[in-house]
């Protein structure tokens, strides 16, 4: 029996693993309050300064870090444990979070403070993403590692959903009406980050329950041993053609740091219209993942994310041409549901054709350019909108995002070809395109 037999597909079969219960928790948790503060900062930036550009620099701000920090993080989560570098970063963005609520408190207007405290969370993003890509596979058997991915995915969707609309209805809330003028200094973005530190403390919690199998590999960190990981990701042609295409497709298409623009100026939708813009991509991921879990992907999954990423950037189009928010709420449900096919099928590819003792480097070479197209896109649209205006930057965008597909199926004939989602067959494919060594 090969190994695409020996994957177990009942839709719930990693939640037999109490570790990824409860890994699966604090993610929940976790994210659902990041992404409420997202908006929480996004709106009181656009308050602040009414710029675009200023926007994109928030993103900027979070992604910094990552090009600094990149090589010793993926490092760090290959020799140390991974679930203590984890706890650490997470309180180290609580400890972030309490500080956006001081300054939203004290009412400040001095926006490079903002960014300080984006940067910090950046870093500790830095190096918890490595190690918590890393860390999902010792939760759970080989066989259950693709439905696990599928799960991880779900959730994220389900708190991208629910966290987005949580801080547009927070912002929103008054606690004046409700508790009288006591707590009014605690009006729009106070409570989201209140809000949020409470998810963060949560995660921690759960996480602390967490017992992962295995260890890092224990060796000294040298030049050598940081840059491993990416001379592997450049020497392999199916991880670099998956990640890339996610990099390049997501980078010129994003819109997502201008949905407080398009809500205000354009679609005349206010606080609450920026919330449901937001939760619209997670809806129709969240949509695909419940289908993926009944229906994994079995063949053909290079070719499907090819195509997945072409709808992406024609829908990203769409978006940007609307005046209408239904309109609008159907394009970027279609861009949530394609780009969840592109995450399993990536992150997949991530884990399945990485050696176990160096999936914190590779993960951490991916989550760079998983950064970049998010952190940084926001930059670029932001640059874009400041340059051409929110409508023109997030059309151009899109249809360089086909473009990019279309290249993309020419230059890495490994990922057009690839099929089944297993370590066998990938390495079966890379092997036919690269030439390469089996993977042990």
């Known amino acids: 029996m090969d190994e695409a037999d020996q994957q177990e597909t009942r839709a719930t079969i990693a939640w037999q693993s109490r570790d990824f219960r409860f890994y699966s928790a604090a993610r929940l948790v976790g994210i659902v309050g990041a992404e409420a503060q997202a908006v929480g900062v996004a709106w009181q930036v656009y308050q602040i300064t009414h710029s675009a550009l200023a926007l994109g620099y928030t993103g900027l701000a979070l992604f910094l870090p990552g090009i600094f920090f990149v090589l010793p993080a993926g490092h760090v989560a290959d020799r140390y444990d991974r679930r203590t570098i984890i706890l650490i970063c997470y309180a180290v963005q609580a400890l972030a979070t309490v500080a956006l609520l001081r300054l939203a408190l004290d009412g400040t207007q001095n926006i490079w403070l903002i960014y300080a405290i984006l940067f910090l969370i950046g870093m500790g993003r830095c190096f918890s993403g490595p190690a918590s890509s890393a860390l999902v596979p010792t939760l759970v058997p080989k066989g259950h590692f693709v439905n696990a991915v599928t799960w991880g995915a779900t959730i994220f969707q389900i708190a991208n959903a629910t966290g987005p609309m949580i801080g547009g209805l927070l912002f929103t809330v ?10 009014a200094r605690f009006n729009g973005a106070p409570l989201v980050y209140c809000f949020t530190l409470v998810g963060l403390l949560l995660f921690l919690l759960f996480l602390s329950a967490v017992k992962p199998r ?17 001379r592997y990701v450049l020497g392999t042609r199916l991880l670099l053609g998956s990640i890339s295409l996610d990099l390049f497709a997501v980078l010129l298409g994003g819109a997502a740091s201008l949905m407080p623009i398009f809500a205000v100026d354009i679609l005349h939708s206010g606080a609450n219209g920026l919330g449901l813009l937001r939760a619209m991509p997670s809806l129709g991921a969240l949509a695909v993942s419940l289908t993926l879990l009944v229906m994994p992907i079995k063949r053909r999954a290079g070719k499907t994310m ?3 990423v072409g709808m992406f950037g024609a829908a990203t189009v769409v978006f940007g041409l609307s005046r209408n928010i239904l309109l609008s709420c159907a394009a970027l449900v279609v861009i949530g549901a394609t780009d969840m096919i592109s995450v399993v099928v990536r992150s997949s590819i991530l884990q399945l054709a990485t050696p176990p003792e160096m999936r914190g480097r590779v993960s951490s070479i991916s989550w760079l350019f998983v950064g970049a197209s998010n952190e940084l896109g926001e930059y670029e649209s932001g640059l874009t909108a400041h340059w051409w205006g929110a409508v023109r930057a997030v059309v151009i965008g899109g249809v360089a995002s086909l473009a990019v597909t279309g290249v993309w199926s020419v230059f890495f004939p490994a990922l057009r070809h690839a099929d089944r989602l297993t370590a066998d067959s990938l390495t079966a494919v890379e092997q036919q395109f690269s030439g390469m060594e089996p993977i042990d």
């Open 214 to 230: 295995g260890g890092g590999e224990k060796k000294d960190i040298t030049v050598e041993t940081m840059l491993a990981g990416l």
């Open 174 to 183: 008054s606690l004046t009406h409700l508790f009288g003028g006591r707590f």
């Open 306 to 308: 090819l195509t997945c």
